[in-house]
């Protein structure tokens, strides 16, 4: 199974994703994650600019990944509680 990079940025708590180079916003942007993942998530704790960096599971394909669990589901489509504040980035439907 696929796995991506996933975090929130410390001084905003924006939930971010790993596009191979950098981070986006947005889940359709990030990249499946290999064997160097695991190194790859002790320098960004080492670095202290991104806050609980973690690698999850994801079914789909790149550009239209769907974490397996809920509670990425939501970080990645935004507040569960008002839809209206969606980012886009995953339908609140998958939830």
Known sequence: MPRVLTGNRLETGDVLWWNGSDWSHLLSDAVAI?????????ELVAAERINDPALIDVTGTPGNWLPTTTRERVRASGPSVRADLARGSLSVEVI
């Open 34 to 42: 290999g064997d160097e993942g695991e190194a790859l998530v002790a």
